[in-house]
């Protein structure tokens, strides 16, 4: 109000399975309790597509690949700073398992797209961090 801005409050939706429409309304509540009106609500679903625009650009320009390690096995790779063998992958590879994300299809399960990172950070979260993962949970 001091700086006359504009209030955008944005949900992030991405994950369906850890989510709950119950959550979203009671923080709409809670917030309009407390006298704070948003200017618009917004939900990161809203921008799907454009995410995927981005994501197909970077898989492009070689900052990202496809991946299908477990998740422990990804994990102990990320601590100890080993380097998936899927980094390796062509960028047509990439980007049809990143189609096939896209769509649903059953080739995709399992998979997700990793950034192309410094594996020696010493920042562990920041080695080859997960970007996008399809998930079959409906969406509320």
């Given at each position: 109000k001091m700086y006359n801005g504009k209030m955008i409050l944005r949900f992030d939706d991405t994950n369906p399975s850890k989510e709950n429409d119950n959550f979203v309304e009671n923080i709409k509540s809670d917030i309009k309790t407390m006298g704070?009106?948003?200017?618009?609500?917004?939900?990161?679903?809203?921008?799907?597509?454009?995410?995927?625009?981005h994501m197909k650009t970077m898989i492009k320009k070689g900052f990202c690949y496809a991946d299908n390690t477990e998740h422990e096995e990804m994990k102990r790779q990320r601590d100890e700073g080993i380097e998936s063998t899927h980094r390796l992958n062509t960028e047509e590879f990439n980007l049809e398992k990143f189609e096939q994300m896209i769509v649903g299809d059953d080739k995709a399960k399992g998979w997700c797209i990793r950034a192309k990172m410094n594996m020696q950070n010493l920042v562990k979260c920041l080695r080859d961090p997960v970007l996008y993962r399809s998930n079959e949970s409906k969406h509320h």
């Open positions: 704070i009106y948003p200017e618009r609500v917004t939900y990161t679903s809203d921008y799907f597509d454009i995410i995927q625009e």
